[in-house]
């Protein structure tokens, strides 16, 4: 009894973490963004010094607040192009989710410390 | 009735290495090395990572449709004398450090891939060269072979495209969290090439490598781009 109970609970948190497939935000940043926005999220990642077009530096409160979440959102997804921003920018929208954009945007705020808005 | 069984594998054996073919060492050999040396950094059997912390435990390229996506002669060269593809390693964000302008390469994280003796490098590239799992994805591709200049590759690859923010296109231009491109040409094979760009994730789900939805037509320019630089000189490795 107490050993189908143990199952039973294995058997939950299994099935809770395969459903989980959603990637924290802070892990995708590391995984995807580091790489050109850099490891403290100035806009100084490894990639940059052969770039025409500088990548955004996230922690400048100023710049980022003049951002909308939906168009962080849609630069996310879609790429620089679709804001009339660099090419440099790729589209994630293959790689991660709607939610994990979602949830980027918000992990952004954080990272800038600001809101959208003067 | 024992004798004459080892008496007739003698002569086979004789016979076969007089004839210049190892036959019963070397299909054998070069699966013994991929399980005993390679198997601790590359993936032999697949799937892909699927998750971010095996993205990011992954030390070195899966190899799992290595006869896909190599070229075999690049594979016997190159595994007798490996020159670093990843100037960031994999994962690369394990190899990187703020610096002063920017991130750098921590290069004292580095390891350099170890060297096979060419008998060795032969047997191993037969054997990653028969792991086709992915003739699916191959056979989507039609990659005719063709020329461009430079000048527009670079127009495509640069400009249009932005791939040189994360490739280096010669050995000190370029970005550095994805494999270098100087060299593709001549280690990939075309269609592979073609089908990777086409959909990264259709071969490595979680890579850091956008989907940019690059058309039939840019594919082909960019095909025919990595296979014009891998023949300049100054990019030979």
Known sequence: ?118 | MENIAKKLIRHLVLASSLLGFPLVASAADGMTILQKDCVTCHNLKGPAPQTLQALWDRKGPDLFYAGNKYRREWLVEWLQKPQRIRPAGEFYEKHIKPGAKRDEVDATTLENHVALPKDDAIAVADELMKLKPRDDLIAKEKITPGTISKQMGEMVFDKFQGCMACHLIEPDYGGLSGPEVYTAGKRLQAEYMASYIRSPQAWDPLIWMPNKHVSDGNIQKLVDYLELLSKESGNEK
């Open chain 1, 1 to 118: 009894m107490k050993n189908s109970k143990i199952i039973l609970l294995l058997a939950a948190m299994f099935l809770a973490a395969s459903a989980q497939a959603k990637e924290t935000p802070a892990d995708n940043y590391k995984t995807y963004c580091v790489e050109c926005h850099g490891m403290q999220g100035n806009g100084k990642g490894v990639n940059i010094r052969d770039m025409s077009v500088q990548p955004r530096d996230h922690t400048d409160a100023k710049a980022m607040s003049t951002r909308s979440d939906a168009e962080l959102f849609k630069v996310i997804k879609e790429g620089g192009l679709s804001i009339n921003k660099s090419v440099l920018m790729p589209p994630w929208g293959d790689t991660l989710s709607d939610d994990e954009i979602r949830d980027m945007t918000q992990y952004l705020r954080t990272l800038c410390k600001c809101k959208f808005g003067p």
